[in-house]
């Protein structure tokens, strides 16, 4: 039988702080989000970051690694107003039908 120290908590804070953040879409986006609805490649992001044009919410580790960020919607207003979404003709996920 295993003991207690063989199970870390970082899993059960990860899942619960990942689903707290990723409760409300219509308030934030992720990163392939903004990829699949807005055209913004990864590295543009990236940019658009450190040039505080976009501004972001970042949950990691303890050990330093990033799992998951958060573009909140009311923070990003210029952002929004800049890229505009871009609508799909042929969707191709269920979601993708709803939106």
Known sequence: MLSSRHF????VR???SYYIVSK???TQLADWKLTSDYGIHP???TK???QDVLK???LGCESGSVYFRAYL???NKEFFEKYLKIYK???TTIQDIFL
């Open 43 to 45: 590295s543009t992001r």
């Open 8 to 11: 870390s908590q970082a899993p």
């Open 24 to 26: 409300n879409d219509k």
């Open 56 to 58: 972001v919410r970042e």
């Open 14 to 16: 990860i899942t619960l």
């Open 48 to 50: 658009l970051i450190r």
């Open 89 to 91: 003709e042929n969707p």
């Open 73 to 75: 919607v009311e923070e």
